[in-house]
């Protein structure tokens, strides 16, 4: 128990599903419906340090200097505690490096560099497939974040079962996202409570879950091959079968806003003008660009008319979470 007083610090980075994850069959475990694939981000993550420490009467939080009570983060500390077989309090310090609201998953970098900074500070030794197991019970995505590139969540069907692998790290192909981020209200549906209602409700779930594992495969295959094209184009129709999802709920709801629409609409024009790109969304209306290096540039130039530099972020794939 010799790292018990210490503080450790883990940097997460976070990630863009490429494969969605959208519904759980275990609420509690978070065992998703699906499994996913994503591509891990060098741009955008979180720091975070953790120290268990004997003089402290509760748990002290901070998230980019503010203090929070946040529950889900006190439970997920009970299960290290748990795990490690101690009952003291921690002090843990987060800073996200994800530009405020920009839909880019902090909660998946904040629970993967959570795992891994406090399993170590509570003197646990995990593997990354363990890191990946207990980072899911924080967030889903978060399971992914322990790998860098690309990687993929097994959905599985119990704890032990359901955990996130690399496909490779480092990425040979040549891939960047462009995210735009939009300015919107919060949203107003959680993706917890959006993915129960798709789940319970939608119509379509049954054949999404056909689709997804369909698309899985293509991503897999052309990630194997360095086929960008098919990539693109799957991640792209994957999201828009996700978003599918939403509109044919009850009660239907959308993540989607105008500018997301302005958004794709100047990708498929950019594509018909021989520039390839694709576009994709999660929970909410920011869109992510997925293309290649010479690329970059002719696209920019065309949000630049509509958005502003500061709305513009450019990334390339990430790596694995790290002691720092
Ligand atoms: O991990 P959560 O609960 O934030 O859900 C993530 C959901 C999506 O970002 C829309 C899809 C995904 O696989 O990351």
């Known amino acids: ?32 419906a699906n499994s996913s694939i994503s591509l891990t981000l060098d741009e955008f993550y979180t720091d975070t340090s953790v120290i268990f420490d004997s003089t402290l009467q509760k748990d002290l939080i901070t998230i980019n200097d503010e203090i929070t009570d946040d529950k889900k983060i006190i439970n997920f500390l009970d299960l290290i505690r748990k795990k490690a077989g101690i009952n003291l309090y921690a002090k843990v310090e987060s800073y996200n490096h994800v530009p405020n609201s920009a839909g880019l998953a902090s909660s998946a970098s904040a629970y993967a560099s959570l795992a891994t900074a406090g399993s170590k500070a509570a003197g646990l030794e995990l593997s990354d497939k363990e890191l990946s197991m207990l980072a899911r019970r924080g967030s889903g995505s978060a399971t992914r974040s322990i790998f860098g590139g690309f990687a993929a969540w097994n959905k599985g069907t119990d704890d032990n079962t359901s955990y996130g692998y690399s496909i490779e790290d480092p990425v040979k192909m040549d ?7 939009l300015n919107g209200n919060p949203k107003k549906i959680s993706s917890r409570v959006g993915m129960k209602i798709s789940y319970e409700t939608s119509p379509f779930y049954d054949s999404w879950i056909k689709q997804t594992n369909d698309d899985f495969s293509t991503i897999e295959n052309a990630i194997k091959n360095g086929d960008f094209s098919t990539l693109g184009k799957t991640a792209e129709l994957n999201a828009m079968r996700m978003h599918s999802l939403t509109l044919s709920a009850d009660p239907s709801y959308l993540y989607l806003n105008k500018d997301s629409l302005l958004v794709i609409e100047m990708v498929k024009t950019l ?3 021989g520039i390839e790109c694709y576009y994709t969304m999660d929970a909410g209306p920011n869109v992510k660009i997925i293309c290649q290096k010479n690329n970059i ?3 920019i130039n065309k949000l630049s008319n509509q958005f502003s530099q500061d709305q513009i972020k450019v990334s390339g794939p990430g790596e694995k979470v790290k002691l720092i």
């Open 297 to 299: 540039k002719p696209i």
């Open 1 to 32: 128990m010799e790292n018990i007083g210490k503080k450790y610090t883990a940097r997460a980075h976070t990630n863009i599903a490429l494969v969605k994850y959208w519904g759980k069959e275990n609420e509690e475990l978070i065992i998703p």
């Open 175 to 181: 891939i960047n996202m462009i995210a735009i981020v």
């Open 271 to 273: 594509r018909e003008q």
